[in-house]
């Protein structure tokens, strides 16, 4: 649906919520909700980078400022 509404948007850049299993960026929770973090993108994560919109984690944020 967030696809859907932001497709004819002009945007270069998205924040996404570090570690979800939609947003997460770098790391994603597994699914077993135990806590456990695997290497991977978040299906809207990776769904934005395939349209050409660059992702970055939250936590990335303080670096670029700085």
Known sequence: ??????QHEDIELAILQSRSPTCGVNQIYDGSFTGKLI???????????ER???????????TLIC
Do not use: C, P, T, Y
């Open 1 to 6: 649906m967030a696809l859907s509404q932001i």
């Open 39 to 49: 290497s991977g993108m978040g299906l809207f994560a990776k769904a934005l980078k």
């Open 52 to 62: 050409g919109i660059k992702v970055i984690d939250v936590e990335e944020v303080e």
